[in-house]
């Protein structure tokens, strides 16, 4: 059983920046996705176990990086530049079966945090 947790969460005026954390151990793929009111669930970036790949949305690149410790078992999501569209539930979630290609997909991911609310005010 693989445990998620993240942190990190809170208001934002819109250009602000916001650190999520999510503790997990174990070598895997880990992504982070988001789910706004009313939307699916989408893939926001994701990361390769050695860290030496990711993968980000179009609406995200240029504005926020996956990276990761694996001495500190923890995954972040440094998130700059905000805008309103960013508000969401934003999820941890790993993919135990990969640790090198990256899936993008939800199905992909079998285990998930509880989430943690990013809003970001205009």
């Known amino acids: 059983q693989v445990q998620l947790l993240e942190s990190g969460g809170g208001l934002v005026q819109a250009g602000g920046s916001l650190r999520l954390s999510c503790a997990a151990s174990?070598?895997?793929?880990m992504g982070w996705f988001r789910q706004a009111p009313g939307k699916d669930r989408v893939i926001v970036a994701a990361?390769?176990?050695?860290?030496?790949?990711?993968y980000y949305a179009d609406s995200v690149k240029g504005r926020f990086t996956i990276s990761r410790d694996n001495a500190k078992n923890t995954v972040y999501l440094q998130m700059n530049s905000l805008k309103p569209e960013d508000t969401a539930v934003y999820y941890c979630?790993?993919?135990?079966?990969?640790?090198?290609?990256?899936?993008?997909?939800?199905?992909?991911?079998?285990?998930w945090g509880q989430g943690t609310q990013v809003t970001v005010s205009s």
């Open positions: 990361i390769n176990w050695l860290g030496g790949s990711t």
């Open positions: 174990g070598r895997y793929v």
């Open positions: 979630a790993a993919d135990t079966s990969r640790t090198v290609s990256m899936g993008t997909r939800l199905q992909e991911y079998d285990f």
